[in-house]
Each structure stands twice: as C-alpha cells, then as structure tokens.
C-alpha cells in the first residue's frame, strides 16, 4: 500500500515544483490519519506556512524538501489526533471519517479539478471505510507509526523523526496497530460480489422487505450514524441484523423525493440519498462472508461537500 508523491508542473520555477509536487503525498497522508479532508487541506496549508516563514537561506539548507514537508505535517496531524479525543466528546452521536467519492462519479463534474483536495487522495484498501475505523480507534501514535511505515514505506529511523519516539518503539507501534487491522479484517471479496450485495440492499431497502434485508445482514450486523448534531442521526449504533433491516425498513419512504442510487465510497461500492438534487445521505458497507456486518451512515451535511450540487437543508431523519 505504498502511496507515490506525483511529478510537478514542469512549467513551474524548478524549486517551487518540488515543493508543490508534495502537495498529493500530504494530502493522502493527512486524509488517512484524520479521516477529514478538511482538516487534511489544513494541515497542509499549515505546513506550507511554515515552510514559507522559513527565510530563504533556511529552506535552501534542507537537504531533502518533501521529507520536511512530510515530517512537519506529520506533527501537526500527531497533535491533531492528541486533541481530536477530547473534540469527539463534544461531538454529537457517533463520528465517522468523511467520506469520499469516486472522481469519476463525483455529482456536478470535476469538483474544482485537479486543485480539489479530493483529487490528491489515491483510492485504495487504505483508505476503505472498516479501515479508517479501525485506524480511528488506534491510539495517535499507533496511527501515525503504521501509515508512515506500512502504507508511505517511511523506515522506523524516519517514522521515529516524526512522532518522537525511538525506532524499536515506532516498529511496536506499528506491530500492534497491523494486529487490529488484522483483527478486523474478514477475507477479501471481489469488488463486483460487494456490489452485487449492496445493490440487493438497496432494493431490499426500497421495497422495504425485512426478510430480504435480514437476509443480506450478518446476525451481528451494526448500522451507524453520524449526523453531527446538525441533522437527526442515531445516537448509537443500531445492532443485531432484524434491528438494522427493520430501522431501514421503518424509514424507507419517509422522506419524499429521495432517490437512492449506487456509487462507490472510498474505493468500494456503497450507496447516496439525493433529495432535490442534495445529497443527505452516503452509505458505506463491510461486507464478510457474503453478508454485510457494518454499515456507515453519513449524513453530516459538513462532510458531504463533495457529495452534492445544490445548496439547502438536508431533511428527515436517517441512521
């Protein structure tokens, strides 16, 4: 799971494109560490802020520009994380890492192009959403020491650079983040197979039949939702595969003029909820053993900037 840093624009002052050229690299690894592109975008803004205080002799003396780049938002994402637990308890229901949309799907064009962040984010297995759960639940340290090392390939020498630890503590760190990713990784399915089961949800959703869902759902299926505070949202996550068919089941319909229709969310196939043309609502699924066991309801209207082309207030309530 190695993420590549892209060329720079040859155009540009060859200096200038160097350091520009990082931009891609830090945004995939603010994105996965924080799991919100934006506060990824400002952490990055942050980063070349600094970079640029520096006085010319300065930054002419840093011997390699993109390992500064990345250990200085490294940092900032490290203390971002310390901070985030203390922010989560203020948050409103369950948080849930920011969803992201295919470019190729993306609802109105190119979102701003190539200067959207979204477009620097590379869709792979390590930005799936089990993954990024499962990542949100590490402790900062644990997070940081595995991207770096197993996704971007930094030695623990480098990793031990940016989170202040020494390299042996930085490979267990990372050790004991790779056992949960393990712990909660089901055998891998292909991608058609997913889609297939996700599409069957979606009918089974719309025509409200609880057998077809309980029958898609793991017994232990959990569905959760994040609204933020801002629009009605569960609380807590709905549990148990006749609980979840049965609150999909309750609420199909409810809000006039929705539209469900299938997509890919962060690389895997998952469903959206338009509503005149607004996006209320992404979906994302883990599926196991032929059977869905999470479900990840998005409906904070802040973490659907990409989603949707129009403006106005989401309605009704979702998980």
Known sequence: MTIPSEPGDDRLDPSLSAIM???????????RLLGSLADAEDVIQETYARWYAMSPQQREAVESPGAWLTTVAG?????????????????????????????????????????????????????????????????????????L????????VEVAGIVGRTPGACRQLAS????RIRASQAPAIPVAQRADIVGAFKRAWEAKDIDALVGLLASDATA?????????????????????ARFFADRAGTAPGVAILECTVNGQPGLVAQQGGVTVSVLAFDVAGG??????AVLNPDKLRLWTTG?????????
């Not at 059977?291 to 990840?296: A, L, S, V, Y």
Request: proline content about 5%; charged content about 25%.
């Open 21 to 31: 050229s990082e931009r891609n690299q830090l945004t995939n690894l603010a994105y």
């Open 75 to 147: 940092r900032i994402c490290l203390d971002l994380l310390g901070s985030a637990r203390a922010r989560r308890e203020r948050y409103v229901g369950q948080w849930i890492p920011e969803p992201l949309p295919d470019r190729t799907e993306w609802v109105g064009g190119r979102w701003g192009g190539a200067a959207d962040p979204a477009d620097r984010v590379t869709l792979d297995e390590s930005v799936g959403m089990a993954f990024l759960v499962v990542l949100d639940s590490m402790t900062p340290a644990e997070r940081v020491a595995f991207i």
């Open 149 to 156: 090392h197993d996704v971007f390939r930094y030695s623990f």
């Open 176 to 179: 004991s983040a790779r056992r």
């Open 224 to 244: 959760t939702g994040d609204g933020g505070g801002l629009v009605g949202a569960e609380l807590h996550p709905v549990e148990g595969a006749e609980r979840v």
């Open 291 to 296: 059977r869905i066991k999470h479900i990840w």
């Open 311 to 319: 403006t106005g207030s989401p309605g009704g309530d979702a998980v």
